[in-house]
C-alpha cells in the first residue's frame, strides 16, 4: 500500500484550475524567451530581474531561469498547478501534507502577490500549488 492511501478519511480540496505553469532552466535565455515570445505569441508578464522572465498567453504562465549551466536535475524546474483563491493553497498545502506527501516547502505569498507551496510527485518532479493572481481573478470573474 503505498503512503498517498493510508489515510483515505482526510477531505480532499476540489478540482485546480489546472497544469498551467512550467518553470525551465535555459542557457540560451534570450534566445529561448524571443522563440516563446516572437514565434508563439507569448508576451511578459513580469521580469524580476535579467534572469528570470514570466510569459503568458493569458491563461498560463511560463517562467524561464537563466543558468550557466543545465543542473544536474536537467532543464524542468517544476511544474505548477493553478487554485482561484489564496486560501485554497493552504487547504491544499494540509491536505497533502496529511496524506503523507513531501513538502519541500512551506506555503508563502511571493513579492508578486502570488501564494505557493511545493511538494514532490512519487516520480520525483517538483509540483507547485500556486495561487496566481493575473490569472485567477479573471477565471474568477467568469465563474
Not at 510569459?55 to 504562465?61: A, E, M, R
Amino acid at each position: 500500500m503505498s503512503k498517498m492511501t493510508k489515510m483515505t478519511k482526510i477531505h480532499k480540496p476540489g478540482k485546480t484550475g489546472g497544469l498551467r505553469h512550467v518553470a525551465l532552466f535555459v542557457e540560451n535565455f534570450e534566445e529561448t524567451e524571443a522563440f516563446y515570445k516572437d514565434l508563439l505569441g507569448m508576451t511578459v508578464e513580469w521580469r524580476p530581474d535579467e534572469d528570470n522572465v514570466y510569459l503568458t498567453s493569458g491563461n498560463d504562465n511560463l517562467a524561464l531561469h537563466r543558468v550557466a549551466k543545465q543542473p544536474a536535475q536537467g532543464q524542468l524546474d517544476h511544474i505548477g498547478f493553478f487554485v482561484n483563491e489564496i486560501d485554497e493553497v493552504n487547504i491544499w498545502f494540509e491536505f497533502l501534507k496529511g496524506m503523507n506527501v513531501e513538502i519541500t516547502a512551506r506555503p508563502e505569498t511571493h513579492r508578486d502577490g502570488a501564494r505557493s507551496f511545493y511538494c514532490k510527485d512519487p516520480a520525483g518532479t517538483s509540483v507547485q500549488m500556486i495561487y496566481h493572481p493575473p490569472i485567477a481573478e479573471p477565471e474568477t470573474q467568469t465563474q
